[in-house]
């Protein structure tokens, strides 16, 4: 589907970057709707429920989040690589394989994590109906976030955006609604009942879009298959794990030092925050797969223009973005309820650093979608290990504020040892000028 809209495109006398800004500008709209209904229901739940049971919430859905990517495995960026790769090849029996294995390998996981989630709670104590929840929810969002990964591989991201980004943020506001006017009154673990409603309707659509994904019946994948798939993957877990634990360790190690209330204020300006390099996340979506398959056939040309074009569009979106944020932040985080307010300065300390991701651009994909993917393991996980010390150890020192200094400062870090990176392995610049 893909391969055919590519080749329509350019008989109507479009470029590959054309094609690229595009299909971009598609899955920017995409994005845009997802973050604003996103920040909506995170701001409507945090309303319905109060600021102390939206920091508990909070906590569980970002412990969700974290092992629902030890879950995967790594194989969801393996999708993005694998599917494009094996295309440009016309391996279809070896992407079939591929599919299966992976499909079979994370729900196992998944369940598995999910079990031992709910004895680790147990132990511990707490809520139990949240324990319960964050098990079930687990593998379920580990198989859609998959399954995401293909439509993505597919060129299809417009599709699974429109279906997670915008789908989920309104069952869970509604959901969560519902939950309240039923019950009297609600709770953290009446907003993760209904994130779990959600995230298994959106299962359903999704895993039925990414069936047309496999062109043939897999056949049974060999040994020395199984064994080359998890070694590309088994980095790029590392990186997924490291990726997810900068973007949400962070409000886990506030935990630490503040009380619920404060966590939520943290919570609220993270979300906040990740508007700022929302568009490298959009592009990424649609440049990695182009990447790959550039990757494949040698043509290093067509990798550079690619990065080059999708760098210059982030620019254009992240500079005024950026502004607004810093200016008016103050006034969106009021959106979340007239307490979240004083936590605009955790919101600009957290969106520098989303800034710099932004402006080092596609970084990441490039290594990982090249076959450097363990090198980009180093840095990144070296510098997730670098932010969780120095989010505790500055939290320690001045409270949430040094938690966000501390995480603004390691993802700053890492793009730009990994930009330095891409220049040295491939010759490439990823920045727009």
Same mark, same amino acid.
């Given at each position: 589907m893909n391969g055919?809209?590519?080749?329509?495109?350019?008989?109507?006398?479009?470029t590959d970057q054309d094609d690229l800004l595009r299909s971009g500008a598609l899955v920017f709209?995409?994005?845009?709707? &997802? $973050?604003a209904l996103a920040f909506a229901a995170q701001a409507g739940v945090a309303r319905l429920i109060g600021a102390d049971p939206f920091g508990?919430?909070?906590?569980?859905l970002n412990i969700i989040v974290l092992l629902a990517a030890f879950a995967r495995f790594g194989l969801e960026s393996a999708t993005l690589r694998f599917v494009p790769a094996c295309r440009a090849r016309n391996a279809g029996a070896e992407l079939a394989a591929f599919l299966a294995f992976s499909g079979r390998l994370v729900v196992t996981l998944g369940a598995a994590l999910g079990l031992g989630a709910l004895a680790a709670a147990a132990w511990l104590g707490g809520d139990p109906r949240v324990a319960v929840l964050v098990a079930v929810t687990l593998p379920v969002m580990a198989w859609v976030e998959l399954n995401g990964a293909r439509l993505q591989a597919d060129g299809r991201a417009v599709r699974y955006q429109v279906v997670y980004g915008l789908v989920r943020p309104l069952l869970l506001?509604?959901?969560? &609604? $519902?939950?309240?006017?039923?019950?009297?009154?609600g709770d953290a673990a009446t907003a993760l009942t209904a994130n779990l409603v959600a995230v298994a309707a959106v299962g359903v659509v999704v895993t039925r879009e990414a069936r047309v994904v496999q062109p043939v019946e897999p056949p049974?994948?060999?040994a020395d298959e199984r064994r080359r798939w998890l070694t590309v993957a088994a980095p790029m877990f590392m990186i997924g794990v490291a990726q997810l634990s900068l973007a949400r360790l962070d409000t886990l190690i506030a935990a630490l030092f503040v009380d619920a209330r404060e966590v939520a204020l943290y919570a609220a300006a993270s979300q906040v925050a990740i508007v700022v390099s929302f568009g490298i996340h959009a592009i990424n979506t649609v440049v990695a797969p182009r990447i790959a398959a550039a990757y494949a056939t040698g043509d290093r040309a067509r990798m550079q223009a690619l990065v080059r074009t999708s760098a210059r569009a982030v620019f254009v979106y992240t500079v005024p973005v950026f502004a607004v944020v810093l200016l008016w932040g103050d006034r969106i985080l009021g959106l979340f309820g007239p307490e979240f307010v004083a936590g605009h300065g955790l919101l600009v300390i957290l969106a520098c650093g989303h800034a710099m991701i932004a402006v080092c651009g596609s970084v990441g994909f490039l290594l990982t979608m090249t076959d450097h993917q363990r090198e980009a393991a180093v840095v990144i996980v070296g510098t997730a290990i670098a932010s969780a010390l120095l989010a505790y150890g500055f939290g320690r020192m001045v409270g949430v504020a040094g938690?966000?200094?501390g995480a603004a400062l390691a993802v700053a870090f890492r793009s730009l040892v990994l930009s330095i990176l891409v220049h040295r392995r491939l010759g490439v610049s990823a920045t727009a000028f």
């Open positions: 055919l809209r590519q080749r329509v495109w350019r008989l109507l006398g479009a709209v995409a994005n845009a709707g &997802a $973050v508990r919430f909070a906590v569980a506001l509604g959901g969560t &609604a $519902v939950g309240i006017a039923v019950l009297g009154g049974a994948a060999t938690v966000a200094a």
